[in-house]
């Protein structure tokens, strides 16, 4: 699966993915992108160089943030958000408890969103 993100700083966007959640570098080209990798999830990093981020033909410009979001999995939760909170990592809101299981909405630098989920033992999502 891969995913696209318009991002402000390249090299900013690709230091946050893989600190703290472990992606790995598959190719970076500054400004323009690179591709972070954790598992089967590709997330595309675009940023100003890009032709992803040219304007549209009506002069619309593509911009970070919004509310879509890639869902990422953690076994340790708290863990996470503590490590975030060292970092001053941008939340929208505090962490929330659902059926599932625990989840905060953080930002990347870009402002693009991120869901981080542990999810109860009984509510695993399955491939």
Do not use: C
Not at 13 to 18: C, L, N, R, V, W
Not at 71 to 94: E, Y
């Amino acid at each position: 699966m891969n995913i696209r993100y318009i991002v402000d700083d390249v090299e900013r966007a690709a230091e946050f993915y893989t600190f703290m959640f472990g992606f790995q570098v598959v190719r970076k080209v500054p400004p323009a992108f690179a591709l972070v990798k954790l598992g089967d999830l590709i997330i595309w990093l675009t940023g100003p160089g890009s032709n992803a981020a040219a304007p549209q033909p009506d002069g619309t410009k593509p911009q970070p943030g919004g509310w879509n979001r890639v869902i990422l999995n953690t076994n340790d939760l708290d863990g996470l958000i503590a490590r975030l909170a060292s970092r001053s990592v941008k939340t929208r809101g505090p962490r929330f408890d659902t059926p599932a299981g625990k989840h905060i909405l953080v930002e990347d630098p870009a402002g693009n969103l991120v869901e981080i989920v542990e999810y109860r033992q009984q509510a695993q999502v399955t491939h």
